[in-house]
């Protein structure tokens, strides 16, 4: 087989191959041996078709067959003989079958760019403060009391306050008009909160259930509600309930039922931990964050448009997929439009071009995943899969979920190099205190 390489461009090369002629006459041979059994020929026993008229009858339809088969089996070794690694699959274009006996064949291979990365050693990155005060730990424990309160409604005759939970109906009108969407009953309404807007609950402050009151407010531009956006609305409102949060005591009591611990002292402890480790995680991401960004931006290589096409694809399908994990069904052709590519065509880019610089700088490292790393992603495919280890590593190497695994360990092995030498700034904002979950 003989193997030339041309270039088309920084992403693109011309791949053309010329299969020798006693391979691809062995092949038509195979081919129009099972045709002459397969076929029925008046005139002519089965199997016993003259080659000549099975080519009269066939001879396109077993040319088509055998390139496809040539192309499948050949293409693969070509690339090898070549030391191209494409980003995905050629695009064959031209194929013809030689008077010497030859098949030869073009393709189109998207390849990486070749590229040097400089300066990935040192980065200054801003690491947010991981500190845990006293103060963060009890506002946690506020939230958990929050998040536990029993709603109880108010017996005494008093006017609503902040904290509050109103019950209301509320109509509103544009220009004097009904605007019939928005007429709403029974809305659970905490006080403070501005769910509905930011000055809606400052009106209801101080009114009484019962009252029924009205009230003018305006909305931005760039309101949520496109229906509502510059508009002024007038609301009718009746508070019909008024709701109070009766908060539980920290105590060890509750410490047993709300937070699942022995007592007070080992929740607050729990607390402190799983704040800790959320500042920590919420640090390294943002170190890494920045070290993505600082590569990314300097790095001016070529990308290939069909490469880039593909991602914006992958980036919507799981969009898609997402949506229907959820049990909510989009149609793809919604989300697939010219101008939500063109809106996710820089994250796409960017996305390809940090893949592209951890490959690189694995490379320039010599960074690689060891037996045992490889071993640990395929037993990790196998259970997703629920199939053997044995099974994944002898007919799955080089499929997209043991590819897409690798890539994520390699990547997590070129971050942690590149954290380990980044240099620390203080940041240039006090970062807000990173909340634990329950």
């Given amino acids: 087989m003989k193997v030339s390489v041309t270039d088309v461009s920084a992403t693109q090369k011309k791949l053309q191959v010329v299969v020798p002629a006693d391979r691809v006459q062995k092949e038509l041979d195979r081919r129009y041996r099972q045709l002459a059994k397969q076929v029925r020929i008046k005139g002519f026993r089965p199997g016993k078709v003259p080659r000549k008229i099975l080519q009269s009858y066939y001879g396109k339809t077993v040319e088509g067959e055998v390139s496809n088969q040539l192309i499948q089996e050949t293409y693969p070794d070509a690339l090898k003989e070549a030391d191209i690694k494409p980003l995905m699959e050629g695009d064959v274009d031209d194929f013809s079958f030689d008077e010497s006996g030859t098949f030869t064949y073009t393709a189109l291979v998207e390849v990486q760019p070749e590229f040097q990365v400089d300066d990935y050693l040192g980065l200054e990155v801003e690491k947010p403060d991981t500190t845990v005060t006293d103060e963060m730990v009890e506002q946690e424990l506020e939230n958990l009391r929050d998040r536990h309160a029993e709603i109880r409604t108010v017996e005494e005759d008093r006017e609503a306050r902040l904290g509050d939970v109103a019950v209301v109906d509320f109509t509103p009108f544009i220009d004097g008009e009904l605007y019939e969407k928005g007429k709403t009953d029974d809305f659970n309404l905490e006080l403070g909160t501005g769910s509905l807007h930011p000055q809606f609950d400052d009106q209801v402050v101080g009114h009484r259930a019962g009252e029924t009151f009205e009230f003018d407010l305006d909305y931005p531009e760039d309101a949520e509600n496109a229906d509502l956006a510059g508009k002024t609305v007038h609301f009718q409102v009746t508070l019909k309930e008024l709701k109070e949060k009766v908060l539980p005591d920290l105590d060890d009591e509750f410490a047993?039922?709300?937070?699942?611990?022995?007592s007070l002292e080992g929740l607050k402890e729990s607390v402190r931990e799983r704040l800790q480790k959320s500042r920590e995680q919420a640090s390294t991401m943002a170190v890494r964050q920045s070290i993505v960004e600082q590569l990314t931006a300097k790095a001016d290589f070529e990308l290939s448009e069909k490469v880039v096409d593909r991602e914006v694809d992958r980036r919507i399908n799981q969009f898609v997929h997402q949506f229907s994990a959820q049990g909510i069904n989009l149609d793809p052709a919604r989300f697939n439009t010219p101008e939500i590519r063109q809106e996710q065509r820089p994250q796409a880019e960017?996305?390809?071009?940090?893949?592209?610089?951890?490959?690189?700088?694995a490379k320039q490292e010599q960074i690689e995943l060891s037996e045992e790393e490889k071993e640990a992603v395929y037993q990790d495919v196998a259970r997703l899969y629920r199939t053997t280890a044995d099974d994944i590593r002898e007919n799955y190497q080089e499929s997209a979920a043991v590819q897409e695994m690798i890539q994520h360990k390699l990547e997590e092995k070129v971050l942690k190099l590149l954290e380990d030498n980044a240099v620390?700034?203080?940041?240039?904002k006090e970062e807000e205190p990173q909340q634990a979950e329950e």
Wanted: net charge positive.
């Fill in 424 to 428: 620390a700034v203080a940041p240039s």
């Fill in 256 to 262: 047993k039922k709300g937070g699942d611990h022995d």
């Fill in 350 to 361: 960017r996305d390809i071009r940090w893949r592209l610089i951890v490959e690189q700088i």
